[in-house]
């Protein structure tokens, strides 16, 4: 089969945000004196948005996890702020992704990403890193009208790449990812770097378990067959 087009999944898959992700989340704690929370932790939320992350780590911090509680409502704000503050200053992309990505690319392949994080933070991060100029198609947070692990917004990528589902790969790091891509009748492949929610990833049952980015390249060649470039 030819391989059209690549999408991939952000936080986990592509880059390592969980540093900047808990430093936010113990900035916002800290307005109500909060103990700060280990990254081990807040890294178990990552993947399902910001505002059921921050709901996550207010239970385990004072057992008031409600996103319609008075402590969310006055700490998530806050939050968001400095998320975007911090956002693209201590992620670090997982080792050899712009290299890889430089490679598919070069064998005619468009790659896109779909992610549930915001569509701001999103480009912000992207942009930072200086990774915008490779991906045809970005899907955020927001922009379908549910996030994974429904199939919504890979549909949506799919519609904004114009493409069907032959020849198409979405990349991820958790369960979320298997089960929006299954909903969607997408392949998909799980990299072992990633976070989903502190479970080996092969417990979700992705098409194919993937070890960093070399492997992903490796396997590509493998599975598929690329466009002739001209």
């Known amino acids: 089969m030819t391989l059209q ?62 996103q319609q509680g008075a402590r969310f409502q006055r700490l998530y704000p806050e939050f968001l702020k400095q998320y975007e503050i911090v956002t693209g200053q201590l992620s670090e992309p997982f080792s050899d992704m712009e290299k890889v990505l430089a490679l598919i690319k070069k064998e005619g392949v468009k790659l896109g990403v ?26 955020a947070g927001g922009d379908a009208k549910r996030g994974k692990p429904y199939p919504d917004p890979l549909l949506l990528a799919l519609e904004k790449a114009g493409v069907d589902r032959s020849g198409i790969l979405f990349v991820g790091d958790s369960i979320n990812d298997v089960e929006a891509a299954r909903a969607a009748q997408i392949s998909i492949w799980a990299f072992t770097h990633g976070y989903n929610h502190g479970l080996p990833i092969s417990e979700a049952n992705p098409d194919r378990v993937i070890n960093g980015f070399n492997d992903l390249y490796e396997q590509l060649k493998t599975e598929f067959t690329f466009l002739p470039i001209h």
């Open 114 to 139: 779909v992610t549930n994080k915001e569509r701001s933070l999103t480009l912000q991060l992207l942009d930072h890193l200086n990774l915008t100029h490779y991906f045809d198609v970005v899907v």
């Open 5 to 66: 087009f690549v999408f991939f999944d952000l936080d986990g898959t592509l880059i390592d945000t969980a540093g900047e992700i808990t430093e936010a989340t113990n900035r916002a704690l800290a307005m109500d004196n909060i103990s700060p929370l280990p990254r081990e932790l807040v890294q178990n939320w990552i993947g399902k948005g910001t505002a059921w992350l921050f709901s996550q780590a207010l239970e385990s911090a004072t057992g008031e996890g409600s």
